[in-house]
């Protein structure tokens, strides 16, 4: 069973740009998250979709927004590019997503903004 | 809010050898699953192990053994047996009614 990918691996941006980056979950699993890791901040979550609705949202500004499409593929788009934006965005899908939160990542995107 | 912690930022161990990474965890929930994940440096992060925090006994695979402490809140990953296949961030993560919460993660260095 192929695992989790994501697209592109890396990325440079000009402030101000906007970006997409995209996961392919594992095949039959409905639950798509999305992480940010920096050295600084850690593993910080984003967003939750789950059938094609979000279903968690962290504590990040409205500049970062997600969806999922009915085969579960999953993009994340960061409008108005920050500086600090630069991290490495992983993805995770798993089963149900729901108690046992057993995930499987993707290998991430590095994006860099300059 | 859950918050994890992960107390040691680096560690280093002889080749064969064992070593335990800590992690400690705030919740006031009563069912939760405790994770310990992998991410070598290549990046991809791995599952190594996990608890739900209704079972007893601590979970093993394999050279890695968890010592689940309810009460204390605490969750410590063992690695018996070091090989310099472990060298990796090591993330404790916690999941309950919430999405995963990650601790900061610990260095691991396996020195030959």
């Not at chain 2, 192990?49 to 605490?74: D, G, L, M, P």
Request: glycine share 8%; net charge positive; charged share 15%.
């Amino acid at each position: 069973k192929a695992g989790v990918t994501q697209t592109p691996r890396y990325l440079i941006k000009t402030r101000g740009q906007q970006v997409t980056l995209s996961c392919s979950p594992i095949s039959g699993h409905r639950s798509v998250s999305w992480y940010q890791q920096t050295p600084g901040q850690g593993l910080q979550f984003l967003f939750e979709y789950f059938s094609e609705t979000q279903r968690n949202k962290g504590n990040f500004p409205g500049r970062f927004s997600g969806r999922q499409f009915s085969n579960s593929r999953s993009e994340m788009n960061v409008s108005t590019l920050e500086l600090g934006d630069s991290a490495l965005y992983l993805c995770a899908s798993s089963l149900t997503g729901t108690g046992n939160y057993e995930q499987y990542f993707g290998p991430g995107t590095r994006l860099t903004v300059t | 809010a859950q918050t994890v912690t992960q107390s040691q930022p680096e560690m280093s161990v002889q080749e064969a050898e064992t070593v335990t990474l800590s992690c400690t965890y705030d919740t006031s929930e009563n069912n939760y699953y405790l994770f310990w994940y992998k991410q070598p440096p290549s990046r991809q992060m791995i599952l190594v192990i996990r608890q739900e925090a209704y079972k007893q006994q601590n979970a093993t695979e394999n050279r890695f053994s968890v010592n689940f402490q309810k009460a204390a809140k605490s969750f410590s990953l063992k690695i018996s047996d070091s090989q310099l296949g472990d060298t990796a961030m090591y993330f404790c993560a916690f999941s309950g009614n919430t999405p995963l919460v990650f601790g900061k993660g610990t260095r691991l260095s396996v020195i030959a």
